[in-house]
């Protein structure tokens, strides 16, 4: 069988698999976040935390609500850090430095999870999975309750209320990520990952010596790095590591996973907004672009450019040869189209055109089908510029669902879109601008320019995959990229729960004969060209300088 085949075969099992889960997930999650019914473990929850999950919240209660948890898990991440040599379990290790501490807290809670450091060797058990793991747990349940505050803001009208913020991230921490994490751990122990508490022992016999290893909770974190959108690696290898990912049929179940909730998702809105064509249009245009991606991944990545690609099969290098070009390409898109960030293979060692690929995902604002919550609320933003932009071409008032697209909604959605573009391009610019940053890149030229351009898109789209070459453990990339993970994660969400809250005071407005029907392929595909538009003119003098002015010169 070729490479090429068992590429294709593999993209139609992983389409197959999500579309199979597709409906029972999007309605299982619609009924989860509909719910007025409380479990017992649930209200044990609330009555520890002091919470009301009956009382509805208005977008500001709703946002305090996100920003005052998130402010206190960063908190309580950066004091296990800080006082790691002194915990039980911490293997040796001891505590982290100031600003890398800070960095790794503002990472996780801000479901970016960048690491600038070897997991393996300098994180113990108890910060591993009483930190960090719950972390990604708790920071995908956030983005899954800002997605749904949003939805509530689209179905309900003449009201401000739009949940409650605790209920839901009880709810999609409990219902959803726990029960599919859980299994999905047990698949990856099947698979072969490891799971342990063992302490730092010696494997395999080595020219010199023997090589240190030690053991830790990895297929529970696995799952749920996977499954909420996290990336973050027990290993610095992440998943290119064997006790992480240890075969292709692994491989392939960790994009399922990746893939999972943030396709099912559009079910869930179709379904909550009682109009599922609605969902299957919002559906569309993520799988086009998905789709479209993972194609020219692979067909970048398996091009014979000279004897030596002839001889691999296509661009092997930094990749695994247990997963070779069709994984690795299928992964690296996955994993960048959403706010993943893991890596089975290194971004820095693709073709010019590849890395550019992997840059470009991100850049999209990671919508396709995005982070879990993020990718929806972040698609649907994208939905209201595609309405505004097709009313302009009519010259009629937008609508989107029965709610008038006015002037505040307008201002809301376009400060949406232009945050995370001013924080990589700002802080892109300072880095080069300066001579000690430069300092950490591996490379020169173009790619040495996509190594510093990589990191912050990665960091302000909270994706935290890095193009590998870059060395970020300085003092002014863990604060800045820190700095740019919390804006690029909350500044967003205060505008869409602010537009959230607009749409739920509105009154529905009937559907007439010139009203867009957006549930149609026509606006799917606007949809789409609005987002390539955007992107392109937003980002491409940044993308010339880097993996473009590599490509053609390659």
Not at 63 to 72: C, K
Not at 147 to 167: D, I, Q, Y
Not at 278 to 307: C, D, K, N
């Amino acid at each position: 069988m070729s490479p090429q085949l068992a590429g294709v075969l593999q993209l139609t099992a992983l389409i197959a698999a999500l579309a199979l889960s597709y409906r029972p997930l999007g309605d299982y999650m619609a009924r989860v976040y509909s719910s007025e019914k409380h479990y017992r473990p649930e209200k044990w929850i609330y009555r520890v935390i002091g919470a009301n999950p009956a009382a509805e919240m208005r977008w500001p209660a709703y946002l305090r609500g996100v920003l005052a948890f998130s402010a206190v898990s960063v908190l309580l991440l950066y004091l296990m850090q800080r006082v790691q040599g002194s915990l039980p379990g911490s293997l040796g290790f001891s505590s982290i430095d100031p600003d890398q501490a800070f960095n790794t807290a503002a990472s996780f809670v801000a479901n970016t999870n960048w690491q600038s450091y070897y997991g393996e060797q300098a994180m113990g058990h108890v910060v591993q999975t009483g930190g960090l793991a719950v972390q990604n747990f708790l920071s995908a349940a956030v983005g899954m309750a800002v997605a749904v505050a949003l939805v509530r803001g689209f179905a309900r009208s003449r009201t401000g209320e739009l949940g409650n913020f605790w209920a839901d991230l009880v709810r999609g921490t409990v219902r959803v990520l726990l029960p599919i994490a859980f299994l999905g751990a047990i698949v990856l122990v099947a698979c072969g990952a490891i799971q342990n508490f063992s302490g730092i022992h010696s494997v395999g016999q080595f020219t010199g010596g023997t090589q240190e290893w030690n053991g830790g909770a990895v297929a529970s974190q696995e799952a749920i790095k996977e499954l909420g959108t996290n990336g973050g690696g027990y290993f610095n290898a992440n998943s290119a590591h064997p006790f992480e990912n240890p075969n292709p049929l692994s491989n392939l179940f960790e994009i399922f996973l990746i893939l999972l909730i943030p396709f099912a998702l559009t079910r869930t809105f179709g379904r909550m907004v009682g109009s599922l064509k609605q969902g299957y249009a919002i559906l569309g245009a993520m799988a086009v672009i998905w789709l479209g991606f993972s194609a020219l991944m692979m067909w970048t990545e398996f091009a014979h450019r000279g004897p030596a690609f002839e001889i691999a099969g296509g661009a092997m290098e930094g990749k695994e040869t247990r997963f070779g070009i069709a994984g690795s390409s299928l992964f690296a898109v996955a994993t960048t189209l959403t706010s993943t960030g893991a890596v089975n293979s290194f971004h820095s060692s693709y073709t010019g055109f590849g890395g550019g690929i992997t840059l470009l995902g991100m850049q999209l604002g990671e919508i396709a089908p995005g982070g879990v919550g993020s990718g929806l609320y972040g698609m649907l933003i994208m939905a209201v510029i595609a309405v505004f932009i097709a009313g302009l071409m009519v010259g009629r008032t937008p609508e989107y669902l029965g709610k008038k697209i006015g002037t505040r909604q307008i201002q809301l959605a376009a400060c949406y879109i232009l945050v995370t573009p001013a924080l990589v391009l700002g802080f892109t610019a300072v880095a080069m601008a300066l001579p000690t940053p430069a300092d950490s890149m591996t490379n020169s030229g173009a790619h040495g320019f996509s190594e510093i351009l990589y990191a912050y898109t990665s960091a302000a789209n909270n994706n935290g995959s890095a193009f590998a070459g870059l060395n970020a453990d300085t003092q002014w990339f863990n604060t800045t990229l820190g700095i740019a993970m919390l804006l690029g994660r909350f500044l967003p969400m205060v505008f869409v729960l602010a537009l959230a809250g607009s749409l739920a005071e509105q009154r529905p407005v009937p559907q007439t004969a010139g009203t867009l029907r957006t549930d149609k392929p026509l606006y799917a595909g606007l949809l789409v060209g609005t987002i390539l538009i955007i992107t392109g003119l937003t980002y491409f003098p940044a993308l010339a300088l880097g993996p473009l002015a590599e490509g053609l010169a390659s």
